[in-house]
């Protein structure tokens, strides 16, 4: 393929060139390109609101680099990691044909699998409006399948692979190679007698002791430009927590002055791409599937509608990546194993790593063996929860830095906030009473009549203007410097709330009874639209369709630039429609909770 010249001709940078490039702060990254990536999915299960979670992040920030920010171009890839060990057993547990090796049984038992979950996840993109430009599936894309594979050949040849043989834990649950273990008795469920195993630390799942020669990768070469490259790029990863448990960990990697296994054999594992030339070993599956963002970033056409700029795709022309979203139990991937293959090719690491923590459910970690896994497919049919609320919700109270607890009890809270401060204020001021036929609102002098001594509708106007002026800052600091988008929500909620302030003080309902306050009234209607107009552009990557609603109201049928925020930004005249519809429907916080059904906690209360 011509597109993959660069694996016959690598002219590697050297590594103040890679940190040149890498030390970009995200927001003073050019429109040129750019890829923004979920993690792909592992295949082990249905998605859960996790998933979720990590996927409507990375589309609100896609959504406000495309659209608010105008890099019409940028990429937006996710997908589903479809190899190894874990899928190959799991796949033929389906079968009940655990120790199944004919390899077209595996081969076939595993494809069924990975199409039946991977259906699961595109539906919950679907659901929820995914503005993804790029679906990667590691066992189907061809582009990758080849691209690996030449990887593994050019890694092999410049001697950063070799044969060797390693001794050690592996966990099949995290498909990880790991030392870092513990001791831990259980009760074996079969049995019910006690049992001493061995689990992984960082994660606490099971490990099993294998001997066997695989390819491994030469890790303790490149630790020392990592930690260069992160000394050198300290936003680089977000938050800080983890920029410093990283620089930890890659200490401990550089203690231990061990290689990477980036094989299995083939009689162990048999769903992963084959090494080259040699039938005894599968590709690692960690291997393959950090690789999909480099297949995207330059070889894969996309195969969804939403690159707005089709004039220039791929060679290398959206790499490195601008911002790879990923949860804490990743870390480790992305910050050593990632950029040291990167390293190897001589190519560009990433910009920005945003990590996030995980999502509990009424402060209890997500447990299958618990039941209370939640499952956004029951959230949408079951339960009736409208996509973009929940995206709301999940986007107001998800903490990057601490674990965050989905509760049905703080879920109408939020979502009645909203439908207070931004869709009553558009209802009141807008219908029929005060604003009878769609026309044009011209900017005058804005001065109201004090009330009293205490409340001066003066001053609350000229704090809301100082709000509405101070969004643009707020939201580019949300989405680019902290990468906490719940403060630019948060930012909103406030500006919104001190309009309704202003709507008391003025109080139109008196000002409509006599023709004398038209104009004045026709001066409030100005600010409220200049107000909701502001809001609905630093609201939209959160929730993108309603706020369309909202500028479409305001006849702004496309989308505005993040520039356009600020008072008078748009210029000295609105347009406004009448009797708007109702946005957000409120809902009754005595209703009874949403619960998961196969939730085995509450099943014994009862």
């Not at 406000?64 to 920010?69: G, P, T």
């Not at 001791?183 to 099971?206: A, D, H, L, W, Y």
Request: with cysteine; proline share 4%.
């Amino acid at each position: 393929m011509q597109k993959l010249n660069f694996i016959k001709n690598f002219r590697p940078f050297s590594f103040h060139q890679r940190r040149a490039f890498s030390s970009s702060l995200f927001y003073k990254v050019n429109n040129k390109g750019g890829l923004i990536t979920t993690p792909i999915y592992y295949v082990n299960g249905q998605p859960h609101i996790g998933h979720l979670y990590t996927t409507i992040l990375t589309d609100a920030m896609f959504l406000y680099h495309r659209d608010l920010k105008k890099q019409s171009d940028i990429l937006f890839s996710t997908g589903n990691d479809e190899h190894g060990i874990k899928v190959q057993r799991t796949a033929l547990k389906t079968i009940n044909s655990e120790q199944e090796t004919d390899p077209l049984i595996i081969k076939q038992a595993c494809e069924q699998f990975c199409d039946k979950i991977a259906q699961t996840f595109q539906q919950m993109m679907k659901d929820f409006n995914i503005q993804y430009t790029h679906y990667i599936r590691t066992s189907k894309t061809k582009e990758h399948l080849e691209l690996v594979q030449k990887i593994w050949n050019k890694l092999l040849e410049q001697g950063d692979i070799y044969l060797g043989e390693y001794k050690g834990w592996y966990c099949t649950t995290d498909e990880a190679f790991t030392n870092d273990i513990e001791q831990k008795t259980i009760i074996n469920p079969e049995t019910g007698k006690e049992e001493i195993i061995t689990i992984n630390k960082s994660s606490g799942n099971r490990c099993e002791y294998v001997i066997e020669q695989n390819y491994k990768f030469k890790l303790s070469k490149y630790l020392n430009q990592i930690i260069e490259w992160l000394e050198q790029n300290p936003d680089l990863i977000k938050p800080k927590e983890r920029y410093n448990e990283l620089i930890e960990i890659i200490k401990k990697e550089q203690e231990r002055n061990e290689d990477l296994s980036v094989s299995r054999t083939r009689d162990r594992v048999q769903w992963g791409i084959p090494v080259p030339n040699d039938n005894n070993h599968t590709i690692y599956v960690w291997l393959d599937a950090l690789f999909n963002y480099y297949t995207v970033g330059t070889v894969m056409k996309p195969n969804n509608n939403n690159l707005l700029n089709n004039n220039l795709l791929n060679n290398n022309y959206h790499w490195p990546p601008t911002l790879h979203v990923i949860g804490k139990d990743i870390l480790k991937f992305h910050g050593i194993y990632w950029p040291a293959f990167l390293l190897a090719l001589g190519e560009e690491l990433p910009k920005k790593i945003l990590v996030h923590s995980y999502w509990l459910v009424n402060d209890i970690k997500m447990s299958k063996s618990i039941g209370n896994v939640i499952s956004p497919n029951d959230l949408l049919i079951n339960y009736g929860v409208e996509q973009e609320l929940l995206r709301y919700y999940l986007l107001s109270e998800g903490s990057i830095v601490n674990d965050s607890s989905f509760s049905t009890d703080r879920f109408p809270v939020k979502i009645n906030e909203l439908a207070d401060v931004f869709g009553n204020l558009i209802n009141r001021m807008f219908n029929n009473k005060f604003h009878k036929e769609e026309k044009e609102i011209i900017f005058r002098n804005l001065s109201f009549e004090k009330n009293n001594e205490l409340i001066d509708p003066n001053r609350t106007k000229d704090e809301l203007i100082e709000l509405i002026n101070g969004l643009n800052e707020k939201v580019i600091s949300s989405y680019e410097d902290k990468c906490e988008i719940r403060f630019a929500n948060i930012y909103v909620i406030k500006t919104l709330s001190k309009c309704n302030q202003l709507f008391d003080e003025v109080k139109p309902w008196v000002l409509v009874k006599e023709e004398k306050n038209q104009q004045i009234l026709e001066d409030f209607q100005f600010i409220v639209a200049e107000t909701l107009r502001s809001c609905a552009i630093s609201l939209y990557p959160v929730l993108p369709e309603k706020m369309k609603c909202v500028l479409n109201f305001l006849n702004q049928p496309e989308i505005p630039s993040l520039d356009e925020v600020g008072f008078l930004k748009k210029g000295k005249v609105l347009k406004v429609k009448t009797n708007p519809t109702i946005l957000f429907k409120k809902i009754l916080e005595d209703k009874p909770k949403v619960v998961n059904p196969n939730d085995k906690r509450r099943k014994n209360k009862q």
